[in-house]
C-alpha cells in the first residue's frame, strides 16, 4: 500500500477492467496471475469460514491509502474525491450498483458474470472486495437469515431476570470460585469449549449470554490488580424495534438495586455506577443490551497509564453528564482525560461525526438522568457566524447563521440518523466560516439549566 495522498482514478478503474475480463479459477494461483497484471497494486485473498470448499473466496485489492491516524485535510479530501469519481466511472461501466450495504452508500456493490466487486470508501482508505459469485450468495444469505432471526428476538425478560444476580453477586478477588455461584444461580448452561466462563441461551427466540473475562498476560495483572478474571458481561441480542422499551425495563431495574445511577453517556447510551470495588456499566451496544461489572481501581488505573502514555488510546465516553440525581450512592471519576485538539477539518469532521448521533439518539434512552445539551461553535472572539443547535430526549434542533444568508432553523427527531444528518450539515457551515482551520473558532456547551445535570465531557477538540 501507498502512503499518497494521490488517487489515481484511471490506475482504478484498469483494474475494474482487468477484474472483469480475468478468467477466475477462484484458485490460490489467482492471486499471484492477479498481482502480475496489476502490480504495482498490491491485493491479498482469503477464504470464507461458511462458504462452501474453494481455495479462494475473496480477493482485497489495495486502490489508495493514507496513514491510519492521518488529519491532513488534503490527504482526506484526495480520498473523498477520488471515490466519488471513480463511484462515477463505474456507474458509467457497469450500470447502478446492485445494492449497498446496509444503506451505507461508501460500500457499493456490483454483481458480475464472474466477479462480485464490492468497493468501499473509508476514512483512510479506498479499496475493493472481490467475491466469489456462490460464496458472496452465501454470504447475503446468511446475513438476511442473521437479520431475519434478530427481529424475531423480543423477549428480554432472561436479561432482566439475571441484573439482580449480577448486581448482588459478591465477585472478590474475580476468582472461578468467587463467580461459580453466580453462575450456578443464574443456571444457564456452560460452554465448556471456551476459555472464558461462558453460559449461554442459544436459541431461535433468545440469545443471550453471561460471560467472565479471563484477564490476558498482556494486561499485567499483578501490576494493576486484577483477579482472574477482568470482566464479567451480560448480553443479550435483540430486535431493534425493542431495545428501547428493553432498555428502559432494564434501567428501571438498576435503579431498584443499584439507585439512580451518578453518571451517563455516549455513545451506547451508558449508565455508570461506580462503586470503589465494582463499576457497573448498562449499555444499548451489540445489537442488544449489555450490563458489564468491572473491577474499579484495576480497570481505572490500567486506563490511566494507557491515557499517559499511548498516543491512540481514547476514552469510551465522547460526552458525558453527572446526573446529581437524588439518592446516588455510587460515586464518578474527576479525572481529567488528554483530548487531542481540533487542529484541522478532518478532526473536528471526525469529532462531529462520532459525537452528534450519539447525542441524538441516547438521550431518548438516558432521560430523566440526562435530558439535553445545548451547543455553539463561532469564531472566537467575533460576533458573527455561527452555528448552533440542542440535543434532547425529546428532539433535536440546528441553527445556521451564516454572512449574507437567511438563518436555517431546523428540528429533528431523536434518532441516530437525527444526528448524522445534523453532523453533516453542521461540517458543512462550518467551512463557510471564511476561515483557515477549526483552531479559530470557539465551542460552548452545556446541560440544561435549571436542573442538577452538568455537563462533563463534550469531545469537539475544543477547550471549554
Known amino acids: 500500500m501507498s502512503e499518497s495522498p494521490v488517487f489515481d482514478v484511471a490506475e482504478a478503474m484498469r483494474v475494474a477492467r482487468e477484474v472483469e475480463q480475468f478468467e477466475w479459477s477462484w484458485s490460490a494461483s489467482n492471486i499471484e496471475q492477479l498481482q502480475s497484471l496489476l502490480a504495482p497494486i498490491k491485493l491479498s485473498g482469503a477464504k470464507m469460514r461458511f462458504a462452501p470448499s474453494t481455495e479462494l473466496d475473496i480477493v482485497r485489492v489495495f486502490i489508495a491509502d493514507i496513514p491510519l491516524r492521518s488529519v491532513d485535510d488534503a490527504e482526506r479530501e484526495a480520498l473523498r474525491t477520488g471515490f466519488a469519481a471513480l463511484r462515477m466511472d463505474l456507474i458509467e461501466a457497469w450500470g447502478e450498483p446492485d445494492s449497498d450495504i446496509d444503506g451505507d452508500t461508501r460500500s457499493l456493490v456490483w454483481v458480475l458474470p464472474q466477479v462480485v466487486v464490492q468497493l468501499n470508501c473509508r476514512t483512510h482508505s479506498v479499496s475493493y472486495l472481490l467475491f466469489r459469485p456462490d460464496a458472496h450468495r452465501s454470504a447475503e444469505a446468511a446475513r438476511r437469515a442473521r437479520q431475519e432471526q434478530d427481529e424475531q428476538r423480543t423477549d428480554f425478560a432472561p436479561f432482566l431476570a439475571v441484573l439482580p444476580h449480577i448486581a448482588n453477586a459478591h465477585l472478590g478477588s474475580w476468582s472461578r470460585s468467587d463467580l461459580d455461584p453466580l453462575f450456578e444461580a443464574v443456571g444457564w448452561p456452560i460452554d465448556i469449549s471456551k476459555e472464558d466462563l461462558v453460559a449461554e441461551l442459544n436459541g431461535d427466540a433468545v440469545q443471550a449470554s453471561l460471560q467472565a473475562s479471563r484477564t490476558e498476560e498482556y494486561m499485567d495483572a499483578d501490576r494493576w490488580g486484577f483477579g482472574e478474571y477482568r470482566e464479567l458481561r451480560l448480553s443479550q441480542r435483540l430486535s431493534s424495534r425493542v431495545v428501547p422499551e428493553a432498555y428502559a425495563a432494564a434501567l428501571r431495574s438498576c435503579v431498584e438495586l443499584l439507585g439512580p445511577p451518578p453518571v451517563v453517556g455516549g455513545p451506547d447510551a451508558q449508565a455508570i455506577w461506580r462503586g470503589a470495588k465494582v463499576t457497573y456499566t448498562l449499555s444499548t451496544s451489540c445489537g442488544g443490551l449489555q450490563f458489564a461489572a468491572t ?66 439518539g441516547d438521550l431518548a434512552l438516558l432521560a430523566p438522568y440526562a435530558t439535553g445539551v445545548g451547543w455553539v461553535l463561532r469564531v472566537a472572539e467575533e460576533p458573527g457566524p455561527f452555528v448552533q443547535g440542542w440535543f434532547a430526549d425529546d428532539g433535536a434542533g440546528l441553527e445556521i447563521h451564516l454572512p449574507g444568508a437567511e438563518p436555517v432553523v431546523r428540528s429533528y427527531p431523536p434518532s441516530f440518523e437525527s444526528g448524522r444528518r445534523i453532523a453533516a450539515e453542521t461540517t458543512a457551515a462550518l467551512r463557510k466560516f471564511g476561515v483557515a482551520s477549526p483552531t479559530d473558532l470557539e465551542m460552548v456547551a452545556w446541560a440544561p439549566w435549571g436542573t442538577t445535570q452538568a455537563l462533563d465531557t463534550f469531545r469537539l477538540g475544543f477547550k471549554r
Do not use: K, N
Request: aromatic fraction near 16%; hydrophobic fraction near 35%; proline fraction near 6%.
Open 295 to 360: 473491577p474499579t481501581e484495576a480497570v481505572e488505573g490500567r486506563e490511566y497509564w494507557e491515557s499517559e502514555w499511548d498516543e491512540d488510546w481514547e476514552s469510551p465516553l465522547r460526552w458525558r453528564v453527572t446526573t446529581g440525581a437524588d439518592g446516588v450512592r455510587f460515586g464518578t471519576r474527576d479525572r481529567w482525560v488528554y483530548e487531542r485538539p481540533a487542529e484541522t477539518w478532518s478532526m473536528l469532521d471526525d469529532y462531529i461525526t462520532e459525537l452528534f448521533p450519539s447525542l441524538a
